[in-house]
């Protein structure tokens, strides 16, 4: 198997405690490079046992064996790096939210397309096969016509002085760093086209980001999108699909390496209830994924419409707090 050659564009803190290590133990991927803005990044290659270690990000771009990028940055520098990195030639694997704007994440897309490279927003938990298997019950009629989609994530985010996520010129709040996990899964699942946005904030009052969002995402067919997110809450990171004839739930969706990597579904109708146990490293798997898309070659257009949509129904939320309005969203644009 072909071992595609990465390289790290910044040392924070998901690409040490995270990427690194699943590179490490993915089976066609090595970590060969890694860049920050100064001399710190030469102790954190010592710790990784990363040979090469650059002073600046462009440096790393420069590095002709380098073939993949993952930039971890915060939200707002995203679009920046992901088109040095394409104009460099680098396949890219870009942290979420990928884009701010849906002409941010039109304009990367396009970029990568001109220089011939692949383009992937990092949502790992995808990969976990637990949602291959809610797609199956679903497809075999278990749970009979989908009609809702519930989600939530939250965490007790406590030290939040100076950090990025209280940031809103980074693109910072609870919306945007957990509830996109809980939109796109509402995309991935079901795949369906969002019609109209309704959500409500409590806001923090010196940082005026959201640090809870509640909401409803219409979807095309009539079904509906639940969501909620916080900053204030106990650990969760679940989803629940409900049909005519019975419900699909999933308590470990967007974070199972919180639990070994172990995934849960719970299945439940008039007659019976039962579980399924579903396993996966998320990480590794995604950087097994993007590999061996850029070893073997491959389509990642799927990824791209569930980026688009994810970014299309986070503005539309975006706005209906602003203005305290449902939001439509219409083709293209809101």
């Not at 897309?109 to 383009?119: A, D, G, K, Q």
């Not at 939320?317 to 644009?333: P, T, V």
Request: hydrophobic share 40%; charged share 25%.
């Amino acid at each position: 198997m072909d071992t595609v050659k990465w390289g790290i564009l910044s040392t924070a803190d998901i690409a040490q405690t995270q990427l690194i290590p699943a590179i490490g133990r993915a089976s066609n991927a090595e970590v060969i490079a890694i860049a920050s803005r100064g001399p710190k990044v030469h102790e954190v290659a010592k710790i990784h046992h990363i040979k090469r270690a650059y002073e600046t990000y462009e440096e790393l771009l420069q590095d002709k064996d380098i073939q993949v990028i993952y930039i971890p940055l915060p939200n707002d520098m995203h679009k920046e790096w992901v088109v040095k990195a394409a104009l460099a030639g680098k396949h890219i694997l870009c942290e979420k939210p990928i884009a701010l704007s849906e002409e941010d994440l039109e304009e990367m897309l396009t970029v990568c397309i001109e220089n011939n490279v692949y383009l992937m927003e990092a949502f790992m938990y995808q990969f976990h096969p637990q949602h291959r298997r809610v797609k199956e019950i679903i497809e075999a009629g278990e749970i009979g016509e989908v009609k809702l989609y519930k989600s939530s994530h939250s965490f007790d985010f406590t030290n939040r002085e100076g950090n990025i996520r209280m940031d809103a010129s980074k693109g910072g709040g609870a919306l945007w760093d957990v509830g996109c996990y809980s939109v796109h899964a509402m995309n991935l699942i079901l795949n369906l086209e969002p019609k109209k946005v309704t959500f409500s904030a409590i806001t923090d009052p010196k940082a005026q980001v959201d640090v809870s969002a509640f909401g409803t995402v219409q979807l095309e067919q009539n079904i509906y999108g639940l969501i909620d997110c916080s900053f204030d809450m106990t650990d969760r990171n679940e989803y629940e699909i409900i049909g005519t004839k019975g419900t699909i739930k999933v308590k470990y969706a967007f974070r199972p390496d919180h639990v070994s990597g172990n995934g849960q579904i719970i299945i439940t109708n008039k007659l019976l209830e039962r579980k399924e146990q579903v396993s996966g490293d998320i990480y590794k798997l995604e950087v097994e994924f993007f590999s061996n898309i850029v070893a073997k070659g491959g389509s990642l257009e799927e990824h791209h419409k569930h980026s688009k949509r994810n970014v299309k129904v986070l503005l539309a939320a975006q706005a209906s707090l602003k203005e305290n309005r449902e939001i439509e969203i219409n083709g293209d644009n809101l």
